[in-house]
Structure formats: C-alpha cells, structure tokens
C-alpha cells in the first residue's frame, strides 16, 4: 500500500482534498499489510479518534516519527483509536501482543519484504532511512544472518549451514524448502542454497565436513575450494582441494564439482536412467549418483537399503548412516 502527500492511495479508497499541505512536507510511504488481533504496546506517541483507518494512517504519515499504528474501536462504538508508534514490531518484538479487538500495521520495510532473514535467532532491525536492514543475534550466533557460528574446530571462525544430529528434522524434501533453508538451528538444520550462494560468491571460501559414527569415531574432510552458484544455474557446485581423515567422497568415482543441486522435485543430476535424488531419498549435487549423501535418510547406523542413508563411502561406506555430520565454511584465509 503506497501513500504519498497530498495526494494519498489506499488499498480501499483514495483519499484527497488535502491540497493545503505545502510541497516541502511531502513523505512518501509505503505501508505494510494489515496484521489482525495485533497491537504494539508501550511505544504510542500520538493517540486520536477518527472515523476511518484512512484518516489514521493519514495521521502517521504526518508525524515524522511514526512507524507503525494500532487501529481498534473507540468507547463510542462510533469511531476508531489511532495509536500512533514510534517503533514497530521487530525492533520492539517484546511488545507485540495480542489484541482481538485491534489490527496492527507498520510502514513497509526490508524485514517486511526480505523474508525472515535473520532466522530464528535473530531480530531484524529495519533502517527506514536508507531501506536496509540489519540483524541483532541471539547468543551464539554471528554474522549478517545470525547463522550458527563453530568457534572452536581447527581455531573456529566456521559458519555451519548443515547439521544431522538425530533424525528429528525431515531432509527429504524439494526444491523451495533447500532454497530457502528449513529445521531447527539447535539441532538440525540447512541454511538454504540461496544463502550458500550468497556465502560463497568470493574466491576464498573453504569447505570442512565433521563426520561421526554411533562408535564415537570422528573424522573430517576440509576442501579449499568451495563455491555455489545462484539459483538460475540450479546452484551448481565449485569443490576442491581435499584434505583430511574422512577419504574424499566429493570429488572421487563420482565427482560433484561442476554437478547442480537436485531435490526429489527438481532432477539435475547426470544420470540419464535413474532419479538420484528420488532414489536415495536425499537432496545433493549428484552426478550419476553419489559417493555421499549427507541429505539423505537418517537410518542410525548400519541399514541394508543401498546408499540411501546419511552415508560418506570414505568413512564408513554406503550401509551405513552416519550419527552427526556438519558442514561449515569459513573463509580460506584463515588456514593455518
């Protein structure tokens, strides 16, 4: 919903006869959609009556400090409250309530159109100056995004965008759930090819893969060379560079490097008479399969379905589906 001084459209109706306003006290704004049975509490810095919630977001886009509105009914029965909000709900995220008698709406910000891009543990805090948007972190987690930060393997600085842990999160999925990231960033989790995409567009961006059994073994693959791409090329992946514990399951018998991303709904793999990722119920860069599926089902150690398990051939074979994996990245100059 765009409003604009003096002349004003609304989602509804367009408001006008306000030719009084001098040009200089233009402001162009651009509301959000209505959030119902909401309201921001603690921050009102103006509150009206009007008859309509034309006339209250007229009311907010005349005072310059206000980035937000309750709308709800007055004690006449008559007319409306127009609680006018210095703050909105993501930087006041605390004070979001709930109201059924009240709707809530903020002027239009990046946290609004960008998704929840600070994830689950972070608050977007929006910069209606300049139309940006930064994230403000829960404990332990760093970075643009809040993503989960490994600050102690091989001297930390790691950014982890998968992890297995226990089965209790669902990987075989398709294709948008893989775009965008999904899980639990407390136990299992992918960040999302379009976020890998975003942290891997340099040069200098190494992979280590940490890999564990039901015995308590631990072993790890690093890669120098790590790099996806956008999503116009299926996300299609730049590895290698091996090193490491774990034998090479990425770049050997069936390498990855220069495979695009397939999902159980979007085939890209190279293998003209089968379905990777439908047959071995995972979500890779496959080539005429795999060597590893990391995505795949979490059997909990050795199972007889062939290779469709949270499997790396290197370590422990094709049988058997591995305890924990996490796969991380940092950037390549901080290689000791």
């Known amino acids: 919903m765009f409003l604009f001084w003096p002349l004003i459209a609304l989602s509804v109706t367009l408001v006008s006869g306000l030719g009084r306003m001098k040009t200089n006290d233009l402001r162009a704004v651009n509301f959000a959609a209505e959030i119902t049975g909401r309201k921001l509490l603690g921050r009102v810095i103006k509150e009206t009556e009007e008859e309509s919630e034309d006339a209250c977001q007229l009311q907010c886009v005349d005072e310059s400090r206000c980035l937000s509105y309750n ?9 409306f409250k127009c609680q006018l909000s210095d703050s909105d709900r993501f930087a006041a995220v605390d004070n979001f309530s709930q109201d059924d008698e009240f709707s809530y709406r903020g002027i239009q910000s990046s946290c609004e159109t960008s998704g929840s891009i600070c994830g689950e543990k972070g608050i977007c805090i929006p910069n209606y100056q300049d139309g ?9 987690f760093r970075g643009p995004t809040c993503v989960l930060c490994d600050m102690n393997t091989d001297g930390g ?24 990231g999904f899980g639990n960033p407390d136990s299992e989790f992918w ?20 890999l564990e059994d039901f015995e308590g073994n631990i ?22 560079g091996y090193s490491g514990t774990a034998g090479d399951s990425m770049l050997e018998k069936q390498p990855l490097s220069g495979m695009q991303f ?35 089902i979490y059997h909990g150690g050795a199972y007889t379905s062939y290779a469709d398990g949270v499997c790396w051939e290197g370590f422990k074979g094709l049988y058997y589906s591995l305890k924990r994996t996490e796969m991380k990245l940092r950037p390549r100059i901080m290689k000791k």
């Open 262 to 296: 397939s999902t159980k709904d979007n085939e890209n793999d190279k293998n003209p008479n089968d379905h990777c990722a439908l047959r071995f119920k995972g979500a890779w860069w496959y080539n005429r399969c795999h060597n590893s599926n990391l995505n795949g």
């Open 219 to 240: 072993t790890y693959a690093e890669y120098t060379t790590f790099k996806v791409a956008d999503e116009a090329d299926k996300y299609r992946l730049l590895i290698g």
């Open 71 to 79: 709308f709800g009914p007055a004690e006449d029965g008559k007319r």
């Open 191 to 210: 960040l999302g090819n379009d976020n890998l995409h975003h942290l891997t567009d340099s040069d200098d961006v190494m992979l280590r893969v940490d």
């Open 157 to 180: 600085g790691w950014t982890v965008f998968q992890r297995r842990l226990d089965g209790s999160v669902d990987f075989f999925l398709g294709w948008e759930p893989y775009k965008y």
């Open 132 to 140: 940006s948007a930064r994230c403000k972190c829960k404990g332990g």
